[in-house]
T-cell receptor, first 116, second 113 residues
Framework: GQQVMQIPQYQHVQEGEDFTTYCNSSTTLSNIQWYKQRPGGHPVFLIQLVKSGEVKKQKRLTFQFGEAKKNSSLHITATQTTDVGTYFCAGPFPRTSGGSNYKLTFGKGTLLTVNP | KAGVTQTPRYLIKTRGQQVTLSCSPISGHRSVSWYQQTPGQGLQFLFEYFSETQRNKGNFPGRFSGRQFSNSRSEMNVSTLELGDSALYLC????????????FGPGTRLTVL
């Protein structure tokens, strides 16, 4: 079925280390979205990527959309304890093949823990 | 603008009971989606409403139902509660239908005893 796969499922790092999570789609996407959920909180929209090969930065976070628009990555430079949480990617999939009714489908997320 | 609000925030029910959860989207947002989240699980899609019509439905039993009102506010109902229904239920609103970025509410934490 149409799905979004994220790896790794868990990642534990020392504060100051870098972190990367990867997102792969079973099909080409019109856009990819990233969300962050802090422990005990709710998912918060971070960013949307639309163009093939697009790279966007938010302070220490770098988001990339693959050339084929089927994969994406989120890289955090020099992690801090405030980066702790689960990072989800999501993409719109048509409800039926070739259809125009799109549904946002989330990956299972990558849980990042940071040791201070 | 006020964010997405959900009521109640916490709920404790017993098996066999039913429950209704409410969601008020961001003003101007017409699409509302519902998700179930349990420990270790991702966001499991329940349904999406747009202009009072259910556009998409996830793989949940018929005990789970929802609706959307003309002011875009939405409710979801779970009948004949089971222990496995204990979860965080998240509502998300979006400006339009079709996989646009979503803005989540704080969720309703449902515990079934």
């Amino acid at each position: 079925g149409q799905q979004v796969m994220q790896i790794p499922q868990y990642q534990h790092v020392q504060e100051g280390e870098d972190f990367t999570t990867y997102c792969n789609s079973s099909t080409t996407l019109s856009n990819i979205q990233w969300y962050k959920q802090r422990p005990g909180g709710h998912p918060v929209f971070l960013i949307q990527l639309v163009k093939s090969g697009e790279v966007k930065k938010q302070k220490r976070l770098t988001f990339q959309f693959g050339e084929a628009k089927k994969n994406s990555s989120l890289h955090i430079t020099a992690t801090q304890t405030t980066d702790v949480g689960t990072y989800f990617c999501a993409g719109p999939f048509p409800r039926t093949s070739g259809g125009s009714n799109y549904k946002l489908t989330f990956g299972k997320g990558t849980l990042l823990t940071v040791n201070p | 603008k006020a964010g997405v609000t959900q009521t109640p925030r916490y709920l404790i029910k017993t098996r066999g009971q039913q429950v209704t959860l409410s969601c008020s989207p961001i003003s101007g947002h017409r699409s509302v989606s519902w998700y179930q989240q349990t420990p270790g699980q991702g966001l499991q899609f329940l349904f999406e409403y747009f202009s009072e019509t259910q556009r998409n439905k996830g793989n949940f039993p018929g005990r789970f139902s929802g609706r959307q009102f003309s002011n875009s506010r939405s409710e979801m109902n779970v009948s004949t509660l089971e222990l496995g229904d204990s979860a965080l239920y998240l509502c998300a609103s979006s400006l339009d239908k079709g996989g646009r970025e979503q803005f989540f509410g704080p969720g309703t934490r449902l515990t079934v005893l």
